[in-house]
T-cell receptor, first 112, second 114 residues
Framework: AQSVTQPDIHITVSEGASLELRCNYS??????LFWYVQSPGQGLQLLLK??????LVQGIKGFEAEFKRSQSSFNLRKPSVHWSDAAEYFC??????????FGTGTSLTVIP | DTEVTQTPKHLVMGMTNKKSLKCEQH?????MYWYKQKAKKPPELMFV???????INESVPSRFSPECPNSSLLNLHLHALQPEDSALYLC?????????????FGPGTRLTVL
């Protein structure tokens, strides 16, 4: 079955530490890939997206993600986390057309 | 203008009430979406409009009635809702045709059904 998996439901990191959030998908062809962030009670904000080309994608707020076709993964990274990064993070996949398939989300807590 | 606006921000309604949620964008996007999101869960697609025509209805109960009066405006009419319909309702828009473009999300309407 087609799916988007975010294996980590909740991650806690210290401020200043590095971060990696995992996303795996199971679709036949390479889909369009996105990472969104959602602060409590807010809408979703796009961090970055991958359509084609360079597999290392730079986004806003110092985030980057790397597409690995062999692993069907699109992991999100940040070298140094800030307290304001605490939020819910969603990976999303668009296999064809305009329909999004969201992962279940990863909740990030940042401790001082 | 790269913003999707939603009104109201919060809505409390009884099970016999009729209310409407409103979404607006002025980015020239011709696809608009309604999502329902429960706490700590991903958004669930409800409806998709493309060129002001309903193109996807994800088996949503008839107590939710979408309307797209023009290319900038999307409404969601609510009637006889249940407490389990309490959630954050998100609107989004995107371009259509050609290479895919990302969906731009509004801030949502927090709905509570008593």
């Amino acid at each position: 079955a087609q799916s988007v998996t975010q294996p980590d439901i909740h991650i806690t990191v210290s401020e200043g530490a590095s971060l990696e959030l995992r996303c795996n998908y199971s679709y036949g062809a390479t889909p369009y890939l996105f990472w969104y962030v959602q602060s409590p009670g807010q809408g979703l904000q796009l961090l970055l997206k991958y359509f084609s080309g360079d597999t290392l994608v730079q986004g806003i707020k110092g985030f980057e993600a790397e597409f690995k076709r062999s692993q069907s993964s699109f992991n999100l990274r940040k070298p140094s986390v800030h307290w304001s990064d605490a939020a819910e993070y969603f990976c999303a996949v668009v296999p064809t057309g305009n329909q999004f398939y969201f992962g279940t989300g990863t909740s990030l807590t940042v401790i001082p | 203008d790269t913003e999707v606006t939603q009104t109201p921000k919060h809505l409390v309604m009884g099970m016999t009430n009729k209310k409407s949620l409103k979404c607006e964008q002025h980015m020239g996007h011709r696809a608009m979406y309604w999502y329902k999101q429960k706490a700590k869960k991903p958004p669930e697609l409800m409806f998709v409009y493309s060129y002001e025509k309903l193109s996807i209805n994800e088996s949503v109960p008839s107590r939710f009635s979408p309307e797209c009066p023009n290319s900038s405006l999307l409404n969601l009419h609510l009637h006889a809702l249940q407490p389990e319909d309490s959630a954050l309702y998100l609107c989004a828009s995107s371009q259509t045709g050609g290479d895919y473009n990302e969906q731009f999300f509004g801030p949502g309407t927090r709905l509570t059904v008593l």
